[in-house]
């Protein structure tokens, strides 16, 4: 059974930094494009960073110089290191499991439960 859990999350006022990460089972983070995502409300699901299984990344524009990705193959997790967050970077965040990293929501394969990130201004 895959399972993504994500942690790291919480309350942080804009300029700060946190770092989400997220602990897999049952798959390979080496073997999978792996992807980070956020939702706000109202607004659509958006790919904020990924890292391929060569562990080339990326990251989206709205968030480029401020977060990075990395991926730790000896613990099977991913992470995303969050800094200068700004209120607009408040949404729910998902680590996602798939085989392109660029790519759409809908072809990332394995989800896990989100967590929520709120900067207060």
């Known amino acids: 059974q895959v399972q993504l859990v994500e942690s790291g999350g919480g309350l942080v006022q804009a300029g700060g930094s946190l770092r989400l990460s997220c602990a897999v089972s049952?798959?390979?983070?080496?073997?999978?494009?792996m992807g980070w995502f956020r939702q706000a409300p109202g607004k659509e699901q958006e790919l904020v960073a990924a890292?391929?299984?060569?562990?080339?990344?990326y990251s989206a524009d709205s968030v480029k110089g401020r977060f990075t990705i990395s991926r730790d193959d000896a613990k099977n997790t991913v992470s995303l290191q969050m800094n200068s967050l700004k209120p607009d970077d408040s949404a729910v965040y998902y680590c996602?499991?798939?085989?392109?990293?660029?790519?759409?929501?809908?072809?990332?394969?394995?989800w896990g439960q989100g967590t929520q990130v709120t900067v207060s201004a």
């Open positions: 996602a499991a798939g085989t392109v990293a660029v790519a759409a929501a809908r072809t990332y394969e394995f």
């Open positions: 049952g798959l390979t983070v080496s073997d999978y494009a």
């Open positions: 890292i391929t299984r060569s562990a080339l990344t």
